[in-house]
């Protein structure tokens, strides 16, 4: 696989903070056990949550910035006990000083296999919630949410705009090509997509000389958002950075046309901003599923 490096020279300033939900908080210190995961959510009530609200997953650590570990829970509604989606996602912080609760809404998040990590993104040395869950669609999806809770303020700072990545938007071009626009790129992006020729002859998009013969407003080519986003720290400052991977697909969802691998930083500005962009190029690529969803048709 050949990959090609991209740069960006110019930031596009993502827009606005998403789903800026305050820490609505609850002033009664309470005297619950520890919930576990997989079991219901023993302060739903003090928050007036529905009875249903299960602990998807939780971790402790100081995320308000007093120096004192709190307790953090990814808290869901699940229609079933043994449902394996929740829907109505939220976060939900035990000071770890009164003991009180408080929580934040993460919008209409729901999915499957909530996971909750807590790092520092935003360098105030004081832990953020990051949050991973699976949409369960055929893309392969995940959505995932940032929240601060540093002065005992929620916000969300990565939400579903910014989960969408770098967004591609391209067409099938003369060539075996892609030709497209991605959001924060300073420059349009061509892919090659020549090592799948027999795909896209046998589908009808190109003849054998690669003219196209499909109309390129029946193919329209566009990237998924993140299907993985891990936390890493890359330059070992006690910050962590994001590293992100996206599909780029073409006549179907099973078409991946190019692999798109970013690095996302928050900056100064309170914005995510990509440090780095690469994306990949098949020199060799086996049609698979894709030309014979194709051909069904």
């Not at 962590?240 to 969802?253: A, M, P, S």
């Not at 046309?257 to 996302?264: E, Y």
């Amino acid at each position: 696989m050949n990959k090609n490096w991209m740069k960006p020279v110019t930031f596009m300033l993502l827009a606005g903070v998403i789903g800026g939900a305050g820490l609505a908080a609850s002033h009664m210190k309470v005297a619950h056990a520890e919930s576990e995961i997989g079991k219901p959510f023993a302060a739903a009530s003090e928050l007036k949550l529905d009875k249903n609200y299960t602990v998807i997953d939780q971790k402790s650590a100081d995320v308000t910035g007093d120096n004192v570990a709190d307790m953090v829970y990814l808290v869901g509604s699940k229609e079933k006990p043994d449902d394996i989606y929740a829907f109505g996602m939220k976060l939900v912080v035990q000071d770890g000083k009164t003991k009180a609760y408080a929580k934040t809404d993460l919008g209409d998040l729901g999915g499957y296999e909530g996971e909750l990590t807590l790092a520092d993104f935003t360098g105030d040395h004081v832990a953020d919630a990051f949050v991973k869950t699976a949409t369960g669609g055929s893309g392969g999806i995940y959505s995932h949410v940032i929240a601060t809770f540093a002065d005992k303020q929620g916000q969300v700072i990565f939400g579903e705009k910014e989960n969408e990545g770098i967004k591609y938007e391209g067409a099938f071009v003369n060539g075996f090509k892609v030709e497209g626009k991605g959001t924060h790129l300073d420059k349009p992006l061509t892919v090659d997509v020549s090592g799948n020729k027999d795909l896209y002859v046998a589908a009808k998009v190109y003849d054998q000389g690669g003219k196209l013969v499909a109309s390129p407003e029946d193919l329209s080519v566009y990237s998924y958002p993140f299907g993985s986003l891990t936390p890493i720290d890359m330059d070992g400052n006690g910050t962590f950075e994001l590293v992100g991977e996206q599909r780029i697909v073409g006549i179907n969802n099973t078409d991946t046309v190019s692999n798109i691998r970013s690095v996302w930083g928050f900056g100064a500005d309170g914005k995510w901003n990509p440090w780095e962009v690469e994306y990949s190029t098949f020199l060799i690529k086996h049609p698979g599923e894709a030309v014979q969803t194709q051909m069904g048709k």
